[in-house]
């Protein structure tokens, strides 16, 4: 056997003992990170206001994550998810930071369309049956992974285009309302009756939970909806009035599109449409209703979003308060929607800032509403998602997501 010589072993101990110290100093360095003051650490997470780096930071080490548990969990604003469905996942944008994430779908949800969401990061993800009988619908978690407790009966409902949740949908208070054909609400955890009660049909421009009832958006009226559980577990729906929307600036052009929400003790409805002849343009207008005496309501607008943002999209509408110090793509004051008739003309999309590009040739951009002269109105932008630089016209793939507080 070859014996190594003196020089040999020499520089073999030499670069053992570099190694050697070279580990500990790195180890002694995360030593000195780990054993920073917590009131520290606490003062530094406070002032972190982009939700990925607030998950950056818990990553460090396990005493920081320790500090993270113990503060408060700062106001996420809206994420939009954006892509389709590639491989399971789905791609989310966040304005605030200016990146995306890909997100992993539970297998029930992979390849179906966006139907709602609620604050927390929930979404209702629905796909067609066969035979054309209707929808099966999920509704998860996208960060938990956690599935609302529907019975396979609230899973076979009618085809769909809006769904709503009155709260958190793993409670048992939940009253889940879909927009279809006319409407249809059902009650999750409803063991003896937990199939869906219809109503009219008529056609919705949107629905929203609102002081314990469901309101349904007319052409021309607001109907207010109570719902009540009779001793044998059945679901009563009932109309309790029906307010006229003639109070409303007239329109220049037809209707375009309407939301209606709820701020706060506030009900409030956003209407995108041609309000003036100056340039022909359409864009949004936001309103508030005011109760005038015990059976009079009009809509009142509102000029100012004060320091709100207001996120916009078929399936979802949520206003958002925007903290003086925060940074980034997300402006109080500000509209945000997702684009709808978005005019076929490619050659606009050269001037419009590129947010994003996809490896599977989707492209996500942004345009802001240019000012239209002598009209006073709330600004706006508007996000829309192309293809090859094609206009892709599945708006149910473009949804904004409120994620749960880091």
Same mark, same amino acid.
Not at 176 to 199: F, P, Q, Y
Not at 325 to 345: A, C, F, Q, S, T
């Given at each position: !056997?070859?014996?190594?010589?003196?020089?040999?072993?020499?520089?073999?101990?030499?670069?053992?003992?570099? &190694?050697?110290?070279?580990?500990?100093?790195?180890?002694?360095?995360?030593?000195?990170?780990?054993?920073?003051?917590?009131?520290?650490?606490?003062?530094? /997470?406070?002032?972190?206001?982009?939700?990925?780096?607030?998950?950056?930071?818990?990553?460090?080490?396990?005493?920081?994550?320790?500090?993270?548990?113990?503060? &408060?969990?700062?106001?996420?604003?809206?994420?939009?998810?954006?892509?389709? /469905?590639?491989?399971?996942?789905?791609? *989310?944008?966040?304005?605030?930071?200016?990146?995306?994430? %890909?997100?992993?779908?539970?297998?029930?949800? *992979?390849?179906?369309?966006? @139907?709602?969401?609620?604050?927390?990061?929930?979404?209702?993800?629905?796909? #067609? %049956?066969?035979?054309?009988?209707?929808?099966?619908?999920?509704?998860? $978690?996208?960060?938990?992974?956690?599935?609302?407790?529907?019975?396979?009966? &609230?899973?076979?409902?009618?085809?769909?285009?809006?769904?709503?949740? #009155?709260?958190?949908?793993?409670?048992?208070?939940?009253?889940?309302?879909?927009?279809?054909?006319?409407?249809?609400?059902?009650?999750?955890?409803?063991?003896?009756?937990?199939?869906?009660?219809?109503?009219?049909?008529?056609?919705?421009?949107?629905?929203?939970?609102?002081?314990?009832?469901?309101?349904?958006?007319?052409?021309?009226?607001?109907?207010?909806?109570?719902?009540?559980?009779?001793?044998? #577990?059945?679901?009563?729906?009932?109309?309790?009035?029906?307010?006229?929307?003639? &109070?409303?600036?007239?329109?220049?052009?037809?209707?375009? @599109? =309407?939301?209606?929400?709820?701020?706060?003790?506030? !009900?409030?409805?956003?209407?995108?449409?041609?309000?003036?002849?100056?340039?022909? +343009?359409?864009?949004?207008?936001?309103?508030?209703?005011?109760?005038?005496?015990?059976?009079?309501?009009?809509?009142?607008?509102?000029?100012?979003?004060?320091?709100?943002?207001?996120?916009?999209?078929? $399936?979802? =509408?949520?206003?958002?308060? *925007?903290?003086?110090?925060?940074?980034?793509?997300?402006?109080?004051?500000?509209?945000?929607?997702?684009?709808?008739?978005?005019?076929?003309?490619?050659?606009?999309?050269? $001037?419009?800032?590129?947010?994003?590009?996809?490896?599977?040739?989707?492209?996500?951009?942004? +345009?802001?509403?240019?000012?239209?002269?002598?009209?006073?109105?709330?600004?706006?932008?508007?996000?829309?998602?192309?293809?090859?630089?094609?206009?892709?016209?599945? =708006?149910?793939?473009? !949804?904004?997501?409120?994620?749960?507080?880091?």
């Amino acid at each position: !056997m070859h014996k190594p010589s003196c020089g040999q072993i020499k520089s073999r101990t030499t670069k053992m003992a570099a &190694q050697l110290s070279t580990s500990a100093a790195v180890a002694a360095a995360d030593d000195t990170w780990s054993k920073l003051p917590a009131d520290l650490l606490g003062e530094v /997470y406070g002032r972190i206001v982009s939700p990925l780096d607030r998950v950056r930071f818990t990553v460090v080490c396990r005493s920081w994550r320790v500090v993270k548990s113990r503060q &408060q969990p700062a106001p996420t604003l809206p994420w939009l998810i954006f892509s389709s /469905y590639h491989g399971g996942a789905m791609r *989310v944008f966040c304005p605030m930071d200016g990146v995306s994430l %890909r997100l992993q779908l539970p297998p029930e949800a *992979v390849h179906n369309r966006l @139907v709602g969401f609620h604050d927390g990061g929930w979404i209702a993800a629905a796909s #067609s %049956r066969d035979g054309g009988a209707g929808d099966w619908l999920t509704i998860v $978690n996208l960060y938990s992974g956690v599935e609302a407790p529907l019975s396979a009966k &609230q899973r076979a409902t009618p085809y769909m285009d809006k769904l709503v949740c #009155s709260e958190r949908p793993t409670s048992n208070r939940c009253i889940i309302a879909v927009t279809t054909a006319g409407l249809a609400v059902c009650k999750v955890g409803c063991r003896n009756h937990n199939w869906w009660r219809s109503r009219e049909r008529n056609h919705y421009y949107d629905i929203a939970f609102y002081d314990g009832k469901l309101c349904g958006l007319l052409r021309r009226s607001l109907q207010i909806y109570t719902i009540s559980m009779t001793k044998n #577990s059945d679901l009563v729906v009932s109309i309790t009035y029906e307010l006229d929307m003639n &109070q409303l600036p007239k329109c220049v052009g037809s209707d375009d @599109v =309407s939301y209606i929400f709820k701020h706060g003790d506030r !009900m409030l409805m956003a209407k995108r449409a041609q309000w003036t002849t100056v340039q022909n +343009r359409l864009f949004f207008k936001v309103f508030e209703l005011i109760k005038n005496t015990r059976y009079d309501y009009s809509w009142v607008e509102v000029t100012t979003l004060d320091d709100h943002a207001l996120f916009l999209s078929t $399936n979802c =509408s949520k206003m958002v308060y *925007v903290p003086a110090d925060r940074r980034g793509g997300v402006e109080r004051n500000h509209i945000y929607y997702n684009h709808l008739n978005l005019p076929g003309d490619t050659n606009r999309i050269c $001037n419009d800032v590129q947010l994003m590009k996809c490896h599977y040739s989707e492209h996500l951009y942004c +345009r802001k509403d240019k000012k239209i002269n002598g009209v006073d109105r709330i600004k706006s932008t508007g996000y829309y998602r192309t293809s090859n630089y094609n206009i892709t016209n599945d =708006s149910a793939g473009l !949804m904004w997501l409120l994620p749960p507080e880091f």
